[in-house]
C-alpha cells in the first residue's frame, strides 16, 4: 500500500524521535518535513500507523514502523550515496535526502545498498534499517567480507564499509582515501597496522583496523 509522501514525512519524523526517546506531538511539528495538521495526523492514526496518547505523546503501530522502516532506509542510504560516491557535504545531504528518498523504489533502494557495501549507518552516524539484500549478503559473503585486521600481510582486498560511530574519525579516514571501493593491501600488523592505499601508507590502531570492513578476494 503507498501512502502519501506528507504522511510518510510523520512517520520518518516519529521514527528519528524514537530512537532518542519518545515523540511529543511539539517535536514531531518541529522536525517533520511537511505541515503537520490535525487532519493529516487523524488520518496516519486512523490508517493504523501511529498512535497518539495522552499528554501529546506519539508512537509507531507494528504497521507504522515497518513503513517507517523503509522510508528511513531509503534516506538514509540516499545520504550515504551522496556522501561517498559524489562527495557531497555531509551537511547538505539531508536536505537532498529528503527529496531523493521519494524517488526510488525498493528494488533500487537494494542495488544503492549492495553498491555501497550494505553500511551500517548513515554519514551522521545513525543506522540503516537493514533490508532483504543485508541479510542475504550475510550468509553468503560472511567469510569474504572481513574486518581488516582479518587479513594476512600482502593481502589485497577492497574496502565494503566503515563500522564506526566516531565522526571524527570516520572523516579523518575518509581524508586519507579510505572509503568504499578502495583497493587496499595490508604491509604489517606490529607494532601497528600499515595498509598501502592508492600511493599511500597509513598507519592504524587495532580498532580502527577492525572497523575497516573489506571485500577479500575469493580463494581459486
Request: hydrophobic share 40%.
Amino acid at each position: 500500500m503507498e501512502i502519501p509522501e506528507s504522511a510518510s514525512e510523520i512517520l520518518e519524523a516519529v521514527w528519528t524521535l524514537e530512537e532518542q526517546g519518545e515523540a511529543s506531538l511539539s517535536d514531531v511539528h518541529r522536525i517533520a518535513h511537511t505541515e503537520v495538521s490535525d487532519f493529516l495526523l487523524h488520518e496516519v492514526e486512523n490508517g493504523g500507523l501511529i498512535e497518539v496518547h495522552p499528554a501529546g505523546r506519539i508512537s509507531l503501530t507494528s504497521k507504522g514502523r515497518a513503513y517507517a522502516a523503509s522510508i528511513i532506509r531509503r534516506h538514509r542510504l540516499a545520504e550515504r550515496l551522496m556522501y561517498d560516491v559524489l562527495n557531497v557535504d555531509v551537511e547538505e545531504t539531508e536536505d537532498a535526502a529528503c527529496e531523493f528518498e521519494h524517488l526510488i523504489a525498493e528494488g533500487i533502494t537494494n542495488a544503492i545498498c549492495t553498491l555501497l557495501g550494505h553500511p551500517p549507518y548513515c554519514p551522521h552516524q545513525r543506522p540503516i534499517p537493514e533490508g532483504p539484500c543485508c541479510r542475504q549478503a550475510r550468509e553468503q559473503v560472511s567469510s569474504i567480507v572481513v574486518s581488516c585486521d582479518h587479513l594476512q600481510i600482502g593481502e589485497v582486498a577492497r574496502i565494503a564499509y566503515l563500522s564506526t560511530q566516531d565522526h571524527p574519525r570516520l572523516l579523518k579516514l575518509t581524508a586519507l582515501g579510505v572509503t568504499p571501493g578502495v583497493e587496499v593491501k595490508l604491509l604489517q600488523k606490529w607494532p601497528s597496522y600499515v595498509i598501502q592505499c592508492d600511493e599511500t601508507e597509513i598507519a592504524l590502531e587495532e580498532e580502527i583496523a577492525r572497523n575497516i570492513y573489506v571485500w577479500r578476494a575469493p580463494s581459486d
